[in-house]
């Protein structure tokens, strides 16, 4: 299925070929790849060399409030079985890149689910588990994260871009009582974990959209 309720969400917020500046990263470790992008000069590698989630949040000032928006990001795991999310209406404040109040919504490139999470200081409070398809690893695969406001309840949705189009994986999430939206900061960006092997995802062309 192709969403056509938000298709995409505008203005552009973060465009593809942004600085490393617009960014706060959760750990060192990560380093710039010229040998892996998809586009010219380099993308974003992270290692995972150990067994926890690295994060990074957007600090453009375009990006410390997006209630309703977009995320898009190129992805490729040399390894399978590497979590990929998207981090939304996160409350860190500009410098802080964490995830203890937000949605996160994870993905593995080569599985058959995704979930998305809610978090409160910390603590997951909510999950909902969706389907998707499985695409493959050692090449670069495309994504879209979307949420927005249907009256009351914020719904989410996962798309990957197919080579012509956008199609929906699994069905769309309806979040009733969403949290968050009153908050001055409402981030967005992304996050990364290997459960045991010091494996590396490579990240290009990351955007972020708002809804208007």
Not at 47 to 72: D, F, M
Not at 97 to 107: A, E, G, H, P
Request: glycine fraction near 6%; include cysteine; proline fraction near 4%.
């Amino acid at each position: 299925m192709v969403n056509t309720i938000l298709t995409p969400p505008k203005p552009r917020l973060l465009s593809p070929h942004h600085s490393l500046v617009d960014w706060d990263m959760s750990a060192a470790g990560w380093r710039i790849s010229t040998t892996y992008k998809v586009s010219l000069p380099s993308s974003i590698n992270w290692p995972l060399a150990t067994t926890t989630w690295y994060h990074q949040l957007c600090k453009n000032a375009n990006c410390l409030k997006v209630s309703e928006g977009s995320i898009i990001t190129q992805a490729m795991d040399l390894a399978g079985n590497t979590f990929l999310a998207f981090l939304f209406r996160n409350t860190a404040p500009a410098g802080i890149s964490n995830i203890q109040n937000c949605y996160k919504l994870d993905i593995t490139l080569d599985a058959t689910s995704w979930w998305l999470r809610e978090y409160q200081t910390g603590v997951q409070t909510r999950i909902w588990t969706r389907g998707k398809t499985a695409q493959g690893i050692m090449a670069w695969q495309k994504y879209r994260v979307s949420w927005w406001l249907i009256g009351w309840n914020l719904t989410v949705t996962l798309e990957w871009w197919n080579g012509t189009a956008w199609v929906q994986q699994g069905d769309i999430v309806t979040v009733t009582d969403p949290l968050f939206g009153a908050e001055t900061i409402q981030r967005a960006g992304l996050s990364y974990y290997h459960g045991s092997y010091p494996w590396t995802i490579y990240i290009d062309d990351t955007e972020i959209w708002q809804r208007t």
